[in-house]
Nanobody
């Protein structure tokens, strides 16, 4: 398994979680890692991404609530999710790819390697 997502769970609205994406990729620091989510009956959508130079991108609906970061020594990317809302309920996936430019960080087709998802459920 090249990408392993974890950290999901059931939380009340307003709560927080920290999602982790552990990678077994050679030269991990060269990879851009993105988080996407898919709610039941909806298409998978971009949440946040971080490049090797630590530049980041967020979808508008999570700005100010979610923070993406990476620890290259642990080959792990984190997604801190705060002030959770019921509409944040989804399966969260991490994905990775090399050679990603800023303008394509939010596109599903940018990413070649995908992990399994972790469920986040927010109760009202």
């Amino acid at each position: 398994v090249q990408l392993q997502a974890s950290g999901g769970g059931l939380v009340q609205a307003g709560g927080s979680l920290r999602l982790s994406c552990a990678a077994s990729l050679r030269d991990f620091r060269s990879y851009t890692v993105g988080w996407f989510r898919q709610a039941p009956g909806k298409e998978r959508e971009f949440v946040a991404a971080i490049r090797g130079d630590r530049s980041t991108s967020y979808t508008e609906s999570v700005k100010g609530r979610f923070t993406i970061s990476r620890d290259n020594l642990k080959n792990t990317v984190y997604l801190e999710v705060n002030s959770l809302k019921p509409e944040d309920t989804a399966v969260y996936y991490c994905a990775a790819s090399q050679g990603v430019i800023m303008s394509t960080m939010g596109k599903l087709t940018t990413y070649r390697t995908w992990g399994q998802g972790t469920q986040v459920t927010v109760s009202s």
